[in-house]
């Protein structure tokens, strides 16, 4: 689903109040009854709840689930987004939301920048969109757990990557800053460059291959292997290059990668991490072969050369922070059983999903909600700011076409089928029977 941020500005305290209520009641129900949102709201006027359970199901923050066996309502994504909209500008970290800049395999990524106009980036996950009809065939993807959920899921997902960054920023590894964490939400730095992708040629392809490759091996020395390591996962930003003293004026430009996307980041100790080593490098040099053919005449690297040396193991800082292995076995069962595995095909920016929250025929399990430190009348007095204004400046980075310099050069997508001509297109065929006689015939006719 699309981030639509414009009724925000029109909620009202209580209208947040609700909106909390029903989140926190999902901890134990797939369906909020309406009497327990009353109660956790704890709004004087009864009729004051249901006028808000009202205006928040008519913008789509909440669902009322056909054929249910009681009154209730269960949180959609687009509650879910509000909730952590309206967290992060308590917080003073996002003031207003813009344009969608890409779109993953379960993930949508938008621009958004602060109060001091500095650009970032948000990124929401929604673990379970695409893979709606597996899920759907596998509910029994947590056995052990009562009330797992996709909300659940990608809150765990925002989690693992978000404490994966800041693990690997701290190292010196090449990745965007992360700003911060809420829900199934990330807000990181801008980075100015381009995937990978959308490069059709280089000038130096051996250095750049060199690069990647050494990075995918310094990720093991450091007990990590990526897991998704490949075209979509890698920006590429020109800048300056430094091996060169002189100050002339035509001085060689480096290509400087970014790693991003670290939901599929798996430890050294994973039972298949060799698997995903050999996949990672076997994805760099498919890419390189096929787009800039450049073939590498030396084998490897291997993992079990790779993990010899063992520098620093991050991936037990990241237990260590808080995403702790419990969470990490859920998270990879969930997305095994989805399909959600790295094949790198996905993160196609543009692509249009599907939207799952507005499927009221079916019943999503109860989502875990973050345990909250205050409580829900404080969480509701808050007035959220103004998230509608949009950023007016794109994103070149993630939407020009154009060459920054002539080291690179950008994949230039065209359409090459050209319209047909409106002598060539045929008129629709014209009804053989009225609406009204169907209707008869249906026998459901008024």
Excluded at 112 to 136: D, P
Aim: glycine share 8%; with cysteine.
């Amino acid at each position: 689903m699309k981030l639509d941020v414009k009724n925000i500005r029109y909620l009202t305290s209580d209208d947040w109040r609700v909106l909390t209520a029903v989140e926190m009641g999902s901890r134990n129900h797939e369906i909020v009854p309406t009497p327990l949102i009353a109660q956790i709201a704890s709004i004087r006027s009864g009729t004051g709840v249901h006028r808000c359970i009202s205006a928040l199901a008519k913008i789509g923050l909440i669902a009322k689930v056909k054929n249910a066996k009681y009154d209730g309502y269960r949180l959609t994504y687009g509650g879910l987004d509000y909730l952590a909209l309206h967290t992060h500008t308590k917080a003073k970290t996002v003031y207003s939301a813009g344009n969608q800049i890409g779109v993953g395999k379960e993930s949508d990524i938008y621009v958004c920048a602060s109060e001091t106009g500095k650009q970032l980036v948000l990124k929401i996950h929604r673990l379970g969109r695409i893979s709606f009809r597996t899920v759907k065939a596998n509910r029994d993807y947590l056995r052990n757990r009562s009330s797992g959920s996709w909300m659940y899921m990608s809150r765990l997902a925002a989690l693992k990557e978000f404490e994966f960054m800041k693990a690997l920023r701290r190292a010196g590894f090449p990745v965007p800053e992360p700003v911060a964490h809420n829900r199934h939400t990330i807000i990181m730095g801008l980075v100015d460059a381009f995937p990978m992708r959308q490069i059709s040629s280089v000038g130096d392809p051996a250095g750049l291959y060199a690069e990647l490759i050494s990075l995918i091996v310094r990720l093991a020395q450091h007990g990590l292997i990526h897991g998704d390591f490949n075209e979509f996962n890698v920006l590429i930003e020109e800048a300056p290059s430094t091996s060169s003293a002189s100050e002339e004026p035509l001085q060689p430009l480096a290509l400087v990668p970014t790693i991003i996307d670290f939901p599929q980041m798996v430890s050294i100790d994973h039972p298949n991490a060799e698997y995903y080593f050999d996949r990672d490098v076997a994805c760099i040099k498919r890419f390189f072969s096929r787009r800039f053919g450049f073939t590498s005449d030396e084998p490897g690297p291997f993992f079990t050369d790779s993990t010899k040396v063992i520098k620093k193991r991050l991936d037990v800082d990241v237990e260590a922070s808080g995403f702790s292995r419990k969470m990490a076995r859920e998270l990879d069962l969930y997305m095994k059983e989805v399909g959600v595995d790295g094949d790198g095909d996905g993160n196609v920016g543009g692509e249009e999903r599907e939207d799952d929250d507005n499927d009221e025929e079916e019943v999503e399990d109860g989502d875990e909600t973050e345990d909250m430190a205050r409580s829900v009348g404080d969480e509701g007095k808050a007035q959220a700011p103004d998230l509608e204004t949009a950023i007016k400046e794109d994103v070149a980075a993630a939407t020009s076409t154009q060459p920054l310099a002539s080291s690179i050069t950008i994949l230039d997508i065209l359409d090459n089928d050209p319209l047909p001509s409106l002598s060539e297109v045929k008129p629709p065929p014209k009804p053989t029977i009225s609406t009204k006689a169907a209707k008869a015939k249906a026998g459901w006719a008024i």
